[in-house]
């Protein structure tokens, strides 16, 4: 029997990423279903995965959508009766400063939380039936940014932070039906989310507005969550420096912030 994985957010960066490294691995085994807006890049990464036996199903949709969002599963079910993971990797960036940001722009701080949270929650609210059935398991791709403040990055930062508070708690409400819940801390990734993000004004920044020097590359970066994934993992934290920067926090958060600070100096 084929396992059956979907992934939201999967035309570009991780997810698409993530979906051929998967196919790669595991080809006729595999069934995917990959998600996001663009249609026509949603075809482009399923047809790389069809090169390896996979079957693939895209369904074109926005997370912000929540009725969409509360569709995928009985599509998912209709094409291939199960599911067996959900990943949720949709995402949008945001780079400004909150004093910067004027009352009548706040408002795509919502947007950033409703791709960032309330996506996730929406879409794994209404897969949970199908991953109790299969004892599966619910990926969440969060940020360094998830797990310690960043200044600059108050809306991002947020909604990372909301996402993982849902899956820490989700993780314990679902263990009892076999649902294993994983999260992905990835860290300065080599994808043009920050360039497509948010600036002060609610417009794309153009630029990443981080430090690129120890970029990861996205190859890598889906390779990680993958291992994560196939050992049911409850986290995965990529880089040294997140899990020093994690300890830090508990032992020296002064430090950590002071650090921070000066990392964003240094990225003007």
Not at 92 to 119: C, I, P, Q, R
Not at 128 to 135: G, M, Y
Not at 143 to 171: D, I, N, Q
Request: proline share 2%; with cysteine; aromatic share 6%.
């Amino acid at each position: 029997m084929s396992r059956v994985v979907a992934i939201t957010g999967a035309s570009d960066g991780i997810g698409a990423e993530l979906a051929r490294q998967l196919a790669a691995s595991e080809g006729g085994r595999l069934s995917l279903v990959l998600t996001a807006r663009n249609q026509a890049a949603l075809d482009a990464v399923a047809e790389t995965c069809r090169r390896q036996g996979t079957q693939v199903l895209t369904v074109a949709f926005d997370v912000r959508d929540r009725v969409a969002c509360q569709r995928l599963p009985a599509v998912v079910s209709d094409a291939f009766g199960r599911l067996d993971v959900l990943v949720n990797n949709a995402g949008v960036s945001a780079h400004a400063m909150l004093g910067d940001v004027a009352a009548d722009d706040l408002a795509w701080y919502e947007d950033v939380m409703a791709v960032n949270f309330w996506g996730t929650v929406w879409c794994t609210h209404a897969a949970l039936p199908l991953l109790r059935a299969s004892r599966g398991q619910v990926v969440a791709v969060s940020s360094l940014a998830g797990l310690v403040g960043v200044p600059g990055r108050t809306a991002y930062c947020a909604s990372k932070f909301a996402m993982g508070g849902f899956m820490e708690a989700l993780r314990t409400e679902e263990a009892r039906h076999g649902v294993a819940v994983t999260v992905a801390y990835p860290g300065v990734v080599d994808t043009r989310i920050r360039h497509r993000g948010y600036n002060a004004s609610g417009q794309a920044a153009g630029s990443s507005g981080l430090r690129e020097d120890d970029v990861m590359p996205v190859s890598t970066c889906a390779r990680l969550i993958l291992q994560g994934m196939n050992a049911r993992q409850r986290e995965v934290v990529m880089t040294a420096k997140g899990r020093l920067g994690r300890w830090l926090k508990l032992v020296a958060p002064g430090w950590v912030d002071r650090m921070a600070w000066q990392a964003l100096q240094r990225s003007r």
